[in-house]
């Protein structure tokens, strides 16, 4: 089966600009998460879908941060300005409701 | 709140020692338990998971994990590393959501 795919692999943008991460789960999967994972340290939730409706977002920066997953399926992350704190990996996954989170390969996002 | 907690965040070991992880969860109800690998360069991979039934799983490569309830732990254990087993190792317990420990970076020397 496909596994969970992420666009773009990598990012450089300057401080104060936004950016845009996408991320399609694997078909049929109800649940998707998106982690920021910071060098050294391990991956943070930052929003948590099932189907199109939010889990989970207590972690995600709301003033910059933004995340939507329209129709249930795939799903954007956006950073509206960015800070030099925001570089980063950023992660997509993907599971059913009961099961194991498979996870995209990541966008690196450098700030500068 | 929910956290967990990885013991190591780096191991050194020599080719066919013994392997084992502490990992530590602070959420008292019913969870499901994870260890994930990351090899250098490679996306984040399921090794083993705890649902329910018995608390010794096993999982890929020869991995195993015991969950103990009473001391809110999964250990990961190996019984002999291999020099490919060098990555990073992750421990998540989710809940609700998905939580992830720290991460441990295993060194094997050949």
């Known amino acids: 089966e496909a596994g969970v795919a992420q666009s773009p692999r990598y990012k450089i943008i300057e401080k104060r600009q936004s950016v845009a991460f996408w991320c399609n789960p694997i078909s049929g999967h109800a649940t998707l998460y998106w982690y920021q994972q910071i060098l050294g340290q391990g991956p943070k939730l930052l929003i948590q879908f099932q189907n199109n409706g939010v889990v989970d977002d207590s972690q995600l920066p709301k003033d910059r941060f933004s995340a939507e997953r329209l129709k249930g399926v795939d799903s954007t992350l956006k950073i509206q300005p960015a800070k030099l704190e925001d570089s980063a990996v950023y992660l997509c996954?993907?599971?059913?409701?009961?099961?194991?989170?498979?996870f995209g390969q990541g966008t690196r996002l450098t700030v500068v | 709140a929910q956290s967990v907690s990885q013991h190591n965040h780096h191991v050194i070991l020599s080719e066919a020692a013994s392997l084992e992880l502490g990992c530590n969860y602070s959420y008292g109800g019913t969870v499901n338990l994870f260890w994930y690998v990351q090899y250098p360069g490679q996306h984040l991979q399921l090794l083993l998971k705890y649902f329910s039934g018995d608390p010794l799983v096993k999982g890929i490569k020869g991995f195993e994990a015991e969950f103990i309830k009473s001391k809110f732990s999964f250990n990961l254990r190996k019984p002999s590393v291999q020099w490919s087993d060098t990555a990073e190792y992750f421990c998540?317990?989710?809940?609700?959501?998905?939580?992830f420990g720290q991460g441990t970076e295993l060194s094997v020397k050949p």
């Open positions: 996954a993907s599971s059913l409701h009961i099961g194991e989170a498979f």
């Open positions: 998540a317990v989710r809940e609700g959501k998905l939580i």
